[in-house]
């Protein structure tokens, strides 16, 4: 159900340096990192090496929505997602789409939830 999970916090390498050392008998490593304006983006995976807990820089604001992806069976189930989500008068943050900055066949849809939380439905077909 639940793919990954993304967390703003105040220090991304402080709290990327925390989990790692803490949590390194189950195995959570560094797997994935990139650039944004605001700071690094990173995600750290188990021993499976798939990124499952983000660490992103806070918004501006100081708001920190959590964002929740849950894993869809297809792609179809995305866009159904999708068209649940309009039809709901939820705002669309990204209409479903190839996001190959996160790795090839990465389809998804994100959109906020009635708390404004960044709510995402994603399939990681080829």
Known sequence: MIDHLALQ???VD???AFYTRVFTPLGVREAMRFPTPAGPVVGLSGPDGQPRLWFGPLEEDGGRPVHLALAAPSR???DAV???ARAAGTEILHEPRVWPEYHPGYYGVFF????GNNVEAVHHGG
């Open 14 to 16: 402080a709290a990327t």
């Open 9 to 11: 916090v105040a220090d």
């Open 76 to 78: 179809e189930a995305v």
């Open 82 to 84: 999708f068209d649940a």
């Open 112 to 115: 906020r939830d009635p708390d």
